[in-house]
Structures are given as C-alpha cells and as structure tokens.
C-alpha cells in the first residue's frame, strides 16, 4: 500500500510562486512514474507534470512557469510554480503509478487547494 500526503498549497497573487510538496509511504521506486495533476470547478482533472527516472513532461499551458523535481531518498516529489496565474487556480492531486506483477495500481493524494487572486 502507498500513501500520499500534499501539502504546500495555498493563496497566492498573481505572479507569486508555490512550492507543493507530497510525500510517499511505501516502496516507491524511481522507475515509478509520479505527477501532479489538477481539476478546476466544472472541469476535469489533467495532467500538470510528470517525472519518470530523470524524464518530465508539462503541460503546455504550465511550460516554463512549473518544475516538478524528485527525491527518491525521501520519496517526495515537488512541484515548484512561479508566475502563476488565476487560471492556475485549481486543487492540485499528486499521482504515483506502480507496476507490481502486471498490475497497474494508480494512487492519488487527497489534493492541495491553490488559490491565485487576480
């Protein structure tokens, strides 16, 4: 079993930056691919980053505003986010996919709330 636990989030302005932090329980590997995603009210929830060994990938709308970054010996990842915009306004979930025996098992953390005021 895998927990995750977030936390960083918060209320910011426009231009501001955060730094969210979630931290793993369990055996997570490099391999294991980890991310953060998010879901704004009415819409559904999409990928903002993910890190897999030393591979990222970003959404093109967070693209040079957001680094997500890993620390295998803690098992956190971190998501750090400058320029941040009201439409960054969302929560924001961490995601840890494992693949154990051939099964895929994907985790989720309860969510972060990031609040950019205009």
């Known amino acids: 079993q895998v927990q995750l636990v977030e936390s960083g989030g918060g209320l910011v302005q426009t231009g501001g930056s955060l730094r969210l932090s979630c931290a793993a329980s369990?055996?997570?590997?490099?391999?294991?691919?980890m991310g953060w995603y998010r879901q704004a009210p009415g819409k559904q929830r999409e990928l903002v980053a993910g890190?897999?060994?030393?591979?990222?990938n970003y959404a093109d709308s967070v693209k040079g505003r957001f680094t997500i970054s890993r620390d295998n010996a803690k098992n956190t990842v971190y998501l750090q986010m400058n320029s941040l915009k009201p439409e960054d306004t969302a929560v924001y979930y961490c995601?840890?996919?494992?693949?154990?025996?051939?099964?895929?098992?994907?985790?989720w953390g309860q969510g972060t709330q990031v609040t950019v005021s205009s």
């Open positions: 995601n840890v996919v494992l693949f154990r025996g051939g099964t895929r098992t994907d985790y």
């Open positions: 369990g055996k997570i590997f490099s391999i294991d691919p």
């Open positions: 890190m897999q060994m030393v591979s990222t």
